[in-house]
């Protein structure tokens, strides 16, 4: 497959769609909706730690799926855009803002490389979180359009699998090395799975997805490049989903590896800032 084929796009997209309605159906290991519809605004405890007051600020959030988090922002009293480039996913997200009465929240169907022309206005906070990049081969781009959408002042917050963590996987009880560090952009890592991440067992229609991994070095290079400054990068030993069979549940509601297990790094997380005269 050549990194200009758009098919990885339309599969990943397909996968995409059809995870909407399994996930909106609030099964344990979910999204916690109930809670949401609650009431309920709390983000994982990396982001509610990290993250910082958002009220008044104008806040773009990036790849947002259906909008839980981006309305749990506005619940805070963020003035919310969200962008996801599944239909299905951003319909949700309409409809979910509109069953809360968080209608000023704007949600824009649009591949994120488009997002520069797409989206109007610049943003005090660009957001974005857990499980992006994978799906991303071209972090300059991305990158652009982040730089691109901040407002002079604003701020680009980031939390992420490890990519580390992306290159294991478990074997008879082993973590083992299996994947290289940065996918060249044109040989997409291929996977088949038959479920969504979160634990449901509704088996999905549409299993294949291209994914990438990217090196902590490729993702800084790119932030610089395109006139971003990092203010701080922090590595997690939990994550918020379970990303090996062996891994724990936390009271918080994230995963780590067992105990008998040397505490790798399986998250990070970044804030960065435009930097003066980009």
């Not at 488009?114 to 991305?142: H, K, N, Q, S």
């Not at 939990?238 to 995963?255: D, I, Q």
């Amino acid at each position: 497959m050549s990194f200009a084929d758009p098919a990885y796009r339309a599969a990943n997209r397909a996968n995409w769609d059809e995870r909407v309605a399994i996930h909106r159906a609030n099964r344990p290991g979910g999204y916690r909706i109930a809670e949401f519809l609650a009431g309920d605004d709390r983000l994982h405890p990396i982001e509610d730690e990290e993250l910082g007051p958002v009220d008044g600020a104008r806040l773009l959030h990036l790849q947002c799926h259906f909008g839980l988090d981006t309305l749990r922002l506005a619940r805070r009293g963020a003035t919310v855009t969200g962008v996801d480039f599944s239909p299905a996913a951003i319909a949700e997200a309409r409809a979910l803002a509109a069953r809360v009465g968080l209608e000023d929240a704007r949600f824009v169907e649009s591949d994120v490389y488009a997002a520069a022309e797409t989206v109007e206005g610049r943003f005090d906070i660009v957001y974005t979180t857990w499980g992006v990049i994978c799906w991303l081969p071209d972090l300059d781009a991305w990158a652009k359009v982040i730089a691109a959408k901040l407002a002079p002042g604003g701020r680009f917050y980031f939390a992420e699998g490890h990519p580390f963590m992306l290159m294991l996987e478990e074997v008879d009880g082993r973590l083992v090395p299996t994947y290289p560090q940065d996918t060249p952009a044109d040989r997409p890592l291929v996977f088949d799975t038959a479920q969504t991440y979160t634990g449901d067992p509704t088996p999905l229609n549409q299993t294949r997805t291209y994914e990438w991994i990217h090196s902590i070095s490729r993702l800084l290079t790119a932030l610089d490049r395109a006139g971003l400054a990092v203010d701080w990068l922090h590595e997690h030993t939990e994550v918020p989903w379970s990303p090996f069979p062996m891994c724990v549940p936390t009271e918080a509601g994230m995963y780590r590896l067992p105990p008998e297990q040397p505490p790798l790094p399986l998250a990070l997380s970044l804030s960065a800032r435009l930097r003066s005269g980009s």
